[in-house]
């Protein structure tokens, strides 16, 4: 399911907790209108998941899915809207996450839902780090792993470093076994030029998980913006190429973008020149490759 919030930066990070719907709490009459309205919102079709759910909540004005997905599809909608309607559309979909938290205090989805809504939202639009936070340590009480690694979301995006390197540690302790928690760690340690340490993160993901997509990709990114353990980083994306990786991963042009930066770092000007071509030629409209390029020329 998309789930971009207003002003969202792409968060790899949260890619692993991002709600997802569940259905325990509908009647089973219900479930089948639940599932069209995810579909609706896989399919970008924002005004038919609102209908939908409006459709279930005409017969139970209390299911919190079909308010939760009406939060979604009306912010959402608001991604594309124009500036008058987007904060309208936007208003309504925290208003629908809010309902579904009077109704079920617990519900993650639309606590997580809203963490995210106020962290990026201006305040405009209803946007609050200190509701953020406070939201996030509601979460701790009901889940520790997810509510720990929202709070060190929330520090972070605040500029409080140290405490959200703390919550993001507290995190991983919390699961030895998901390695999604010490990505979230790798790739705060990567967003402060901590490469070292986040490569040591990404190594240890990488010793659970060889096959890991995102640690790969990740791993490489690291020494094209470093400049050091270049050889390892060029191994990783092009293990990464060969990789799984999924349409909601860094694509082919972006992983040879990253093998051309760190030819460059070695000086290898001609080789890099070849990845920028790669890069392009798998996509055209690839404006960083297109841009590294003409800087060779």
């Given amino acids: 399911m998309r789930t971009a919030m207003i002003l969202l930066a792409a968060a790899v990070s949260f890619s692993a907790v991002q709600a997802q719907s569940p259905a325990q709490h509908s009647t089973d009459w219900a479930v089948p209108l639940l599932e069209k309205c995810r579909q609706h919102l896989d399919n970008n079709e924002e005004g038919k998941a609102v209908k ?3 459709q ?34 936007a208003k309504k979909g925290k208003k629908s996450w809010l309902a579904c938290m009077d109704i079920d205090s617990a519900y993650v989805p639309a606590i997580i839902a809203l963490i995210n809504y106020n962290v990026q939202a201006p305040s405009i639009a209803g ?7 406070a ?11 997810k509510g720990h690694t929202f709070l060190g979301f929330v520090y972070a995006q605040d500029g409080s470093t140290e405490e959200a390197e703390t919550e993001y540690k507290k995190a991983v302790s919390l699961s030895r076994e998901e390695t999604w928690p010490r990505f979230n760690l790798a790739v705060f340690y990567q967003n402060q030029a901590r490469y070292s340490e986040s490569n040591a993160e990404f190594d240890n993901i990488l010793e659970q998980e060889p096959e890991n997509a995102q640690a790969l990709y990740q791993k490489g990114k690291n020494a094209a913006l470093s400049g050091k353990n270049l050889e390892a980083g060029k191994l990783s994306l092009q293990r990464y190429l060969s990789a799984d990786y999924g349409e909601d991963s860094p694509q082919e042009a972006a992983a040879f973008w990253r093998i051309g930066m760190i030819y460059e770092h070695e000086g290898k000007t001609d080789s890099a020149r070849i990845s920028y071509q790669s890069a392009l030629a798998a996509d055209r409209d690839f404006t960083e490759a297109r841009e590294a390029l003409k800087k060779l020329q």
């Fill in 135 to 145: 939201l996030a340590k509601r979460l701790i009480k009901i889940d520790a792993l």
């Fill in 56 to 89: 279930i909540l005409e017969h139970d004005e209390k299911n919190v899915e079909a308010l939760y997905l009406m939060g979604m599809a009306y912010v959402n909608k608001a991604q594309n809207a124009s500036m008058f309607k987007k904060l309208s559309f």
């Fill in 127 to 133: 946007g609050s780090k200190e509701d953020a936070a």
């Fill in 52 to 54: 939908c759910a409006e």
